[in-house]
């Protein structure tokens, strides 16, 4: 099981259009993929069912919001009795399928009540607390019902809050998608060293034991920057764009050899239909160059992952 997370400080930069895509195209070549949507937006999760239905099934007891709020009963609530199919996507004779875990406008008050159990009454408090919230998630992840995935993808939210950051702690690799331009990659490097210095502060308190139980070490790696919503002239990326692409690869973050060009009406009427793009039939010349990129992507995201 492999655990990554898709993340950039950045909104609109295609992150919940490319965890969707990636996982599906993962699905159709036999992988057993889970996402989790982490974002309050729940664009992912509306990405795959219409809002009524996330209303009329979800939303009470089904959104990953309830398993965190779950931790105030006891016993708290299993995470795997959230994972739920997405409706227009089967499962295929090749082994593959794909879930996900809903989100939750709410969300975003959850993470307001992580940060109040941080604090501690002595500074050895205070580390434990640190480690209890920041591992949450990565608790959550070590029921036997996630094993059987061969990839997770988690769709974090625009920012490097705490529910961000229980991401983080459970995932072996990040994935950073952006735009080229001056504010899609301006906080890249700002990610890099915000993600340097949360594994710094983690393992430093890892170093405790909590409970009995020796915490592990974290050391999730940046697997690279895929750019987005990007325009070609002669089968090349514009010019204006080039030097933003150059700044990233500056900076020492590895960026993907593979793009996916820009196409609003494509990408943005996806959802309605709750299917990915990847798993259509091209029909246009335009939906087969996106097809063949996003089919690239895969491949090149896969021999990043050593999958």
């Keep these: 099981m492999r655990v990554v997370s898709v993340i950039n400080y950045k909104g609109g930069v295609g992150k919940t259009t490319l965890t969707a895509n990636i996982g599906a195209e993962l699905a159709f070549r036999g992988k057993k ?3 989790i949507d ?4 729940a664009s992912l999760t509306f990405s795959f069912v219409r809002p009524e239905h996330w209303q009329q099934n979800l939303e009470a ?4 919001k309830k398993w965190y709020e779950s931790f105030d009963s006891s016993p708290p609530l299993s995470l795997s009795s959230l994972i739920v199919r997405a409706p227009r996507v ?3 004779r090749n082994g593959g399928l794909l879930r996900f875990i809903p989100s939750h406008l709410g969300l975003i008050n959850v993470d307001l009540e992580l940060a109040t159990e941080l604090g501690g009454a002595s500074l050895k408090q205070s580390k434990i607390n640190y480690l209890r919230v920041h591992r949450r998630l990565a608790e959550g992840l070590k029921e036997a019902a996630f094993s059987e995935f061969d990839v997770i993808l988690i ?3 625009p920012n490097f ?4 950051k229980n991401a983080i702690v459970a995932s072996d690799s990040v994935l950073i998608p952006a735009k080229a331009d001056y504010l899609s990659t301006l906080g890249i490097d700002y990610l890099r060293r915000s993600l340097s210095e949360l594994v710094r502060d983690y393992n430093e308190y890892a170093q405790l034991e909590s409970g009995g139980n020796e915490v592990r070490p974290i050391n ?3 697997l690279g920057v895929v750019f987005t ?4 002239y002669d089968g090349q990326p514009i010019s204006a764009l080039r030097p933003y692409m150059r700044q990233t690869a500056a900076v020492g973050v590895p960026v993907f050899k593979t793009f996916v060009r820009e196409s609003k009406t494509l990408f943005a009427g996806s959802p309605s239909s709750g299917l990915p793009l990847v798993l259509r039939d091209g029909k246009t010349t335009t939906e087969k160059k996106i097809l063949k990129e996003l089919e690239g992507l895969v491949s090149e995201f896969l021999l990043k992952l050593g999958a």
């Design 161 to 164: 809050n705490v529910v961000t």
């Design 229 to 232: 919503m990007m325009q070609f």
């Design 90 to 92: 089967g499962d295929y």
């Design 33 to 35: 993929v889970l996402l």
């Design 61 to 64: 007891d089904k959104t990953i």
């Design 155 to 157: 769709d974090c939210p």
């Design 38 to 41: 982490l974002d309050p937006q």
């Design 220 to 222: 999730p790696e940046i």
